[in-house]
């Protein structure tokens, strides 16, 4: 669900860099994202 919520607030811009990468770092530290995932949302950042 976390990953859906994360996906919907980066393609629309609503986030500052900076910021959402600690999200989901910590996201995926916390098991709540799996490294597919992570790889995914990180990429649509830049």
């Keep these: 669900m976390i990953y859906f919520i994360l996906k919907r607030i980066i393609s629309n811009g609503f986030y500052e860099k900076e910021e959402i990468s600690r999200k989901l770092v910590f996201y995926f ?4 994202i ?10 649509l950042m830049d």
């Design 29 to 32: 530290q916390a098991n709540r």
């Design 34 to 43: 799996t490294r597919e995932e992570f790889d995914e949302l990180t990429a």
